[in-house]
């Protein structure tokens, strides 16, 4: 036994620590490797013992990232990681759980499971990797794929409108929702430290490259130029402004139509501003439409509301503390009974 | 905990001794039938008798008045001698209303008690039931049965006159009339159902007096009226001493996983999405939260198994309720269970199918898809309970084996074990075998697919152990290490270990009980909610002098290693069973013997008549 030795608490780790011994085998050149990189060398800041840290994910392309992490892991099935991640925490709230998911586990078959760990507002922390494509599965299009996709299952193009999964999470009431890109690697381990240290269900849509099958589908974030155009950086507080510096645009609200304007032309208090603990703005911002408007990366909201298992677990204390620990001799021979002698 | 010993009061009429009687409450679905079933029981435990019950009950919440399919009923067989099963045929029916009696009149015996409640064969109930004319006025009726034709509906309001309740809340009472004439009639005492009334309307004293009232004008009214010439008595039952209770199948599951959590002092995780008729454990689970029982409604049958699977890789005990097209949807999460080598427990209350089916009726036709309906090789512990108390060694049984091997354990109970309630002499839960709960905590040699000897069980590690951080996941694993393999000979191997795995928890099975001599003409082999059809139709066998002989199988996969043995010591072996023949397809391919089925799908318990037949054509069958 070496139980006391290792104790937990004291040790300084590095991005080493979180690294596990096996080969990663995502197609070189993937988005996930960049997203593994940054989630490895956030943990140490998150202060938790590694011991107490679970990766659970589904199937599919991202969820073989419990594998690379050198902390509890369980790579499930298809879908179904928020409900095993829920019955973890039910048992362990002691852990920090983190649920690793893609576009087509999270939104399609698990699309219901994904509902309801949101509304609960489970505390967990969700990686929900978007790359508008099924990869393992070799090529068809998700449920993120933009209407119109033509793939090996739609050769004349898919015939299904796209999920928002940002609008999605904060249509079910998730109370912390936020969007990061796996090329801007100082962002996202600035967004996920703060999903890490959010209080309930934390959801993170990663803009992800698979650049076997849906190659730059995120060109407009990617792309130098167009990046510049079109990306929005959330800052809670600060107008929502974009574009180059001198020409820059902002975005107002009339009611709850949003329009891009010339920043220079409109005073500044009509700017619209973002304050991320108002879910429903968040969901008018999470909701527009690109290219047309910009998209919005950062913190779409934070807002607070019960944990599921603390109200639970709640109950469990109280019943205790009312009544003592149960004992089951005492239950089997309450209510009626009758001796036979 | 009240205590009382059998009064069985003194009637002023002549009382003739019954060794059993079969009765049957029958009524509208708002009528209160269940209720008077649940306490005529209550009141037959008291005074002594062994007893089985057959709720049967429509699955529509508030079916239509008046009509067949709203019918609900209640039946039991009360005895002075060892009470197998609710009864085949009626020595007693009560029906409530036109729909009720066209429903269950041809379950009762010729020169059979039947009480009709006049006020209910009006002509809009008599419509809805589809009589052209009146059954009142019907002589045969009268000469083929005890015919009493009462107005139960106004007797009970004339007795509960001065009461200030309205027309509708005295017509309700109607049912404790019922119940008072019939305690009457089989010299039942009436305490038990009076000290209910008072616990159950503590709120209302009106609605306590008026049940009150109702009960004793029907038991009065017995004693009183000219009509009934005789009543019956039914002496106590020979029953082993002791303390007992009445029991149902689904609150005996509940409670042995209760007794498992405080023996191990783990957490459980029950998971469950609403499904009849599973659903009563969880919301007996759910008032028992002292006991670290942590009830989550999932939003559907593939979250509740996830949820437990989650649970049980936590290292709490994991357990979910369901009936069968529930076990289709955990089919998948199941066999993540097998993979993944974690201890979870799930009960599958069969109802009958295929699909939606016939969800408030019993049945036995899942088997089956528990030994196999998964994808590829997926073996996993099979258990059954045999009657409704057993439900809670079953239970208990299942966590036991599912932490000590580390497997995936399914429970087959049935809808009528599930409702059904029978007098259960109460055991002591210290006196219940010790769960072996181990969780490694060295990491000196650790891996996740090392095997303990005995049990093949791989270590059970709780997250949050340091210095063990591993992953596991459904994809094949290597031996030992627990490392993702795509190598042909490790999954041969460990398809071989996995199935290995299970068949080892056959040395947790106990020499198989025989009912009758060890050789013979006739071994008949049950399993489930057929145990009380099985035993009483075997032991009237017996007394008729076959050479005949009953096992029951608790144990469903693996089987009991000395089964094969047995088999082969009768000339014919037959198998009843509510499928059509699931477990005599099983013995025939694992013993190569030539067993025969008797199959009865019909919604309801088999009856004793039909396995009795059975059994004598099998014997008298000379091939």
């Given at each position: 036994?070496?139980?006391?030795?290792?104790?937990?608490?004291?040790?300084?780790?590095?991005?080493?620590?979180?690294?596990?011994?096996?080969?990663?085998?995502?197609c070189?050149?993937?988005?996930?490797?960049?997203?593994?990189?940054?989630?490895?060398?956030?943990?140490?800041?998150?202060?938790?013992?590694?011991?107490?840290?679970?990766?659970?994910?589904?199937?599919?392309c991202?969820?073989?990232?419990?594998?690379y992490?050198?902390?509890?892991?369980?790579?499930?099935?298809?879908?179904?990681?928020?409900?095993?991640?829920?019955?973890?925490?039910?048992?362990?709230?002691?852990?920090?759980?983190?649920?690793?998911?893609?576009?087509?586990?999270?939104?399609?078959?698990?699309g219901?499971?994904?509902l309801?760990?949101l509304?609960?507002?489970?505390?967990?922390?969700?990686?929900?990797?978007?790359?508008?494509?099924?990869?393992?599965?070799?090529?068809?299009?998700?449920?993120?794929?933009?209407?119109?996709?033509?793939?090996?299952?739609?050769?004349?193009?898919?015939?299904?409108?796209?999920?928002?999964?940002?609008?999605?999470?904060?249509?079910?009431?998730?109370?912390?929702?936020?969007?990061?890109?796996?090329?801007?690697?100082?962002?996202?381990?600035?967004?996920?430290?703060?999903?890490?240290?959010?209080?309930?269900?934390?959801?993170?849509?990663?803009?992800?490259?698979?650049?076997?099958y849906?190659?730059?589908?995120?060109?407009?974030?990617?792309?130098?130029?167009?990046?510049?155009?079109?990306?929005?950086?959330?800052?809670?507080?600060?107008?929502?402004?974009?574009?180059?510096?001198?020409?820059?645009?902002?975005?107002?609200?009339?009611?709850?139509?949003?329009?891009?304007?010339?920043?220079a032309?409109?005073p500044?208090?009509?700017?619209?501003?973002?304050?991320?603990?108002?879910?429903?703005?968040?969901?008018?911002?999470?909701?527009?439409?690109?290219?047309?408007?910009?998209?919005?990366?950062?913190?779409?909201?934070?807002?607070?509301a019960?944990?599921?298992?603390?109200?639970?677990?709640?109950?469990?204390?109280?019943?205790?503390?009312?009544?003592?620990?149960?004992?089951i001799?005492?239950?089997?021979?309450?209510?009626?009974?009758?001796?036979?002698? | 905990?009240?205590?009382?010993?059998?009064?069985?009061?003194?009637?002023?009429?002549?009382?003739?001794?019954?060794?059993?009687?079969?009765?049957?409450?029958?009524?509208?679905?708002?009528?209160?039938?269940?209720?008077?079933?649940?306490?005529?029981?209550?009141?037959?435990?008291?005074?002594?008798?062994?007893?089985?019950?057959?709720?049967?009950?429509?699955?529509?919440?508030?079916?239509p008045?008046?009509?067949?399919?709203?019918?609900?009923?209640?039946?039991?067989?009360?005895?002075?001698?060892r009470?197998?099963t609710?009864?085949?045929?009626?020595?007693?029916?009560?029906?409530?209303?036109?729909?009720?009696?066209?429903?269950?009149?041809?379950?009762?015996?010729?020169?059979?008690?039947?009480?009709?409640?006049?006020?209910?064969?009006?002509?809009?109930?008599?419509?809805?039931?589809?009589?052209?004319?009146?059954?009142?006025?019907?002589?045969?009726?009268?000469?083929?049965?005890?015919?009493?034709?009462?107005?139960?509906?106004?007797?009970?309001?004339?007795?509960?006159?001065?009461?200030?309740?309205?027309?509708?809340?005295?017509?309700?009472?109607?049912?404790?009339?019922?119940?008072?004439?019939?305690?009457?009639?089989?010299?039942?005492?009436?305490?038990?159902?009076?000290?209910?009334?008072?616990?159950?309307?503590?709120?209302?004293?009106?609605?306590?007096?008026?049940?009150?009232?109702?009960?004793?004008?029907?038991?009065?009214?017995?004693?009183?009226?000219?009509?009934?010439?005789e009543c019956?008595?039914?002496?106590?039952?020979?029953?082993?001493?002791?303390?007992?209770?009445?029991?149902?199948?689904?609150?005996?599951?509940?409670?042995?996983?209760?007794?498992?959590?405080?023996?191990?002092?783990?957490?459980?995780?029950?998971?469950?999405y609403?499904?009849?008729?599973?659903?009563?454990?969880?919301?007996?689970?759910?008032?028992?939260?002292?006991?670290?029982v942590?009830?989550f409604?999932?939003?559907?049958?593939?979250?509740a198994?996830?949820?437990?699977?989650?649970?049980?890789?936590?290292?709490?005990?994991?357990?979910?309720?369901?009936?069968?097209?529930?076990?289709?949807?955990?089919?998948?999460g199941?066999?993540?269970?097998?993979?993944?080598?974690?201890?979870?427990?799930?009960?599958?209350?069969?109802?009958?199918?295929?699909?939606?089916?016939?969800?408030?009726?019993?049945?036995?036709?899942?088997?089956?898809?528990?030994?196999?309906?998964?994808?590829?090789?997926?073996?996993?512990?099979?258990?059954?309970?045999?009657?409704?108390?057993?439900?809670?060694?079953?239970?208990?049984?299942?966590?036991?084996?599912?932490?000590?091997?580390?497997?995936?354990v399914?429970?087959?109970?049935?809808?009528?074990?599930?409702?059904?309630?029978?007098?259960?002499?109460?055991?002591?839960?210290?006196?219940?075998?010790?769960?072996?709960?181990?969780f490694?905590?060295?990491?000196?040699?650790?891996?996740?697919?090392?095997?303990?000897?005995?049990?093949?069980?791989?270590?059970?590690?709780?997250?949050?152990?340091?210095?063990?951080?591993?992953?596991?996941?459904?994809?094949?694993?290597?031996?030992?290490?627990?490392?993702?393999?795509?190598?042909p000979?490790?999954?041969?191997?460990?398809?071989?270990?996995?199935?290995?795995?299970?068949?080892?928890?056959?040395?947790?099975?106990?020499?198989?009980?025989?009912?009758g001599?060890?050789?013979?003409?006739?071994?008949?082999?049950?399993?489930?909610?057929?145990?009380?059809?099985?035993?009483?139709?075997?032991?009237d066998a017996?007394?008729s002098?076959?050479?005949?002989?009953?096992?029951?199988?608790?144990h469903?996969?693996?089987?009991?290693?000395?089964?094969?043995?047995?088999?082969?010591?009768?000339?014919?072996?037959?198998?009843?069973?509510?499928?059509?023949?699931?477990?005599?397809r099983?013995?025939?391919?694992?013993?190569?013997v030539?067993?025969?089925?008797?199959?009865?799908?019909?919604?309801?318990?088999?009856?004793?008549?039909?396995?009795?037949?059975?059994?004598?054509?099998?014997?008298?069958?000379?091939?």
């Open positions: 036994m070496s139980t006391g030795t290792n104790a937990p608490q004291a040790r300084r780790y590095t991005k080493k620590d979180f690294e596990s011994d096996q080969d990663v085998r995502w070189p050149g993937c988005g996930d490797y960049a997203i593994l990189s940054a989630v490895q060398k956030m943990m140490p800041d998150l202060g938790i013992p590694r011991e107490q840290i679970v990766f659970v994910s589904g199937i599919g991202s969820s073989r990232f419990p594998y992490m050198n902390t509890y892991g369980f790579h499930t099935i298809h879908g179904r990681a928020p409900a095993i991640a829920t019955g973890l925490r039910l048992a362990r709230p002691d852990l920090k759980v983190f649920v690793v998911t893609g576009d087509g586990d999270g939104l399609s078959i698990g219901n499971h994904m309801h760990v509304r609960r507002n489970v505390n967990l922390t969700i990686l929900l990797f978007n790359n508008r494509i099924y990869g393992l599965t070799k090529g068809q299009y998700s449920p993120t794929s933009e209407l119109g996709k033509v793939t090996k299952s739609t050769p004349l193009g898919s015939a299904d409108r796209p999920v928002n999964p940002c609008a999605f999470a904060l249509g079910v009431g998730a109370t912390f929702v936020a969007r990061t890109v796996d090329r801007n690697i100082a962002h996202m381990e600035e967004t996920l430290k703060r999903a890490a240290a959010h209080r309930g269900a934390a959801f993170v849509e990663i803009l992800q490259n698979c650049n076997i849906n190659d730059l589908a995120w060109n407009l974030l990617y792309d130098r130029e167009s990046k510049i155009q079109h990306e929005l950086r959330l800052e809670h507080g600060k107008p929502l402004l974009f574009g180059p510096a001198d020409d820059r645009k902002g975005l107002v609200l009339d009611g709850v139509r949003a329009r891009v304007v010339r920043a032309e409109i500044a208090e009509r700017l619209w501003t973002h304050d991320e603990h108002d879910a429903a703005a968040a969901l008018v911002l999470a909701s527009l439409p690109s290219p047309e408007f910009p998209v919005p990366i950062g913190v779409l909201a934070e807002t607070e019960p944990v599921y298992e603390d109200l639970l677990l709640e109950q469990e204390q109280r019943a205790v503390s009312d009544r003592g620990a149960g004992d001799a005492k239950l089997l021979v309450s209510g009626d009974t009758w001796t036979i002698r | 905990m009240s205590e009382t010993t059998a009064t069985v009061p003194t009637p002023a009429k002549p009382r003739r001794i019954l060794d059993r009687a079969v009765v049957r409450f029958a009524g509208d679905s708002g009528d209160g039938m269940q209720l008077t079933g649940e306490q005529f029981t209550t009141e037959a435990a008291w005074a002594g008798n062994d007893i089985a019950t057959l709720p049967n009950f429509p699955a529509e919440i508030r079916a008045a008046g009509t067949l399919f709203g019918v609900s009923s209640f039946q039991l067989q009360f005895g002075s001698r009470v197998y609710p009864g085949d045929r009626l020595d007693c029916l009560v029906a409530m209303n036109p729909a009720a009696l066209k429903v269950h009149l041809p379950d009762l015996k010729e020169g059979g008690l039947l009480i009709l409640n006049t006020s209910a064969f009006e002509k809009k109930n008599l419509d809805r039931a589809g009589y052209a004319t009146n059954p009142l006025d019907d002589s045969a009726l009268g000469e083929r049965y005890r015919l009493h034709k009462i107005d139960i509906t106004r007797l009970t309001v004339d007795a509960l006159a001065g009461l200030p309740l309205n027309a509708r809340e005295k017509d309700r009472c109607k049912n404790f009339f019922a119940l008072g004439l019939v305690s009457w009639i089989y010299t039942r005492p009436i305490e038990p159902t009076l000290d209910w009334i008072k616990k159950r309307f503590t709120k209302s004293a009106d609605v306590a007096e008026a049940n009150t009232r109702a009960l004793k004008a029907g038991y009065h009214f017995g004693e009183t009226a000219e009509i009934f010439a019956y008595g039914v002496e106590p039952a020979e029953m082993p001493p002791g303390v007992y209770r009445s029991m149902t199948g689904n609150r005996a599951l509940a409670w042995g996983i209760l007794a498992a959590a405080q023996r191990t002092a783990l957490p459980v995780v029950y998971g469950a609403p499904i009849t008729p599973a659903s009563d454990i969880l919301h007996e689970l759910s008032q028992h939260k002292r006991f670290h942590r009830t409604q999932a939003e559907d049958e593939i979250a198994v996830g949820a437990v699977i989650g649970a049980a890789f936590g290292g709490a005990i994991g357990i979910c309720g369901t009936s069968g097209p529930g076990l289709a949807l955990k089919s998948e199941i066999a993540l269970a097998v993979m993944a080598e974690l201890p979870i427990v799930v009960f599958d209350i069969q109802r009958g199918g295929p699909s939606t089916g016939l969800p408030t009726k019993t049945e036995q036709g899942d088997l089956l898809q528990a030994l196999y309906g998964r994808n590829s090789e997926c073996p996993v512990v099979v258990l059954a309970p045999a009657t409704p108390g057993d439900c809670f060694f079953i239970a208990y049984e299942a966590i036991r084996i599912a932490v000590r091997y580390m497997v995936p399914i429970v087959l109970s049935d809808g009528y074990l599930a409702n059904g309630a029978e007098p259960w002499l109460i055991p002591d839960p210290t006196k219940l075998p010790d769960i072996d709960v181990r490694r905590t060295d990491p000196e040699g650790f891996h996740p697919y090392a095997r303990e000897e005995a049990t093949l069980a791989r270590p059970w590690v709780r997250p949050g152990t340091p210095g063990l951080e591993h992953r596991i996941g459904g994809l094949e694993k290597q031996h030992i290490t627990g490392n993702v393999s795509y190598d000979d490790n999954h041969d191997l460990m398809v071989r270990l996995r199935a290995e795995k299970v068949r080892r928890v056959a040395q947790e099975i106990p020499p198989t009980t025989i009912n001599p060890a050789a013979g003409d006739l071994l008949v082999v049950g399993w489930g909610g057929t145990y009380g059809t099985v035993t009483a139709a075997v032991e017996q007394a002098g076959l050479v005949v002989a009953s096992l029951h199988l608790r469903l996969n693996p089987l009991p290693p000395d089964l094969g043995q047995i088999l082969h010591q009768y000339r014919r072996v037959l198998v009843p069973e509510i499928n059509s023949g699931q477990l005599v099983v013995l025939r391919a694992e013993y190569l030539d067993a025969v089925g008797f199959n009865r799908v019909r919604g309801v318990p088999l009856t004793t008549q039909d396995v009795l037949e059975a059994i004598h054509q099998m014997v008298e069958d000379k091939r």
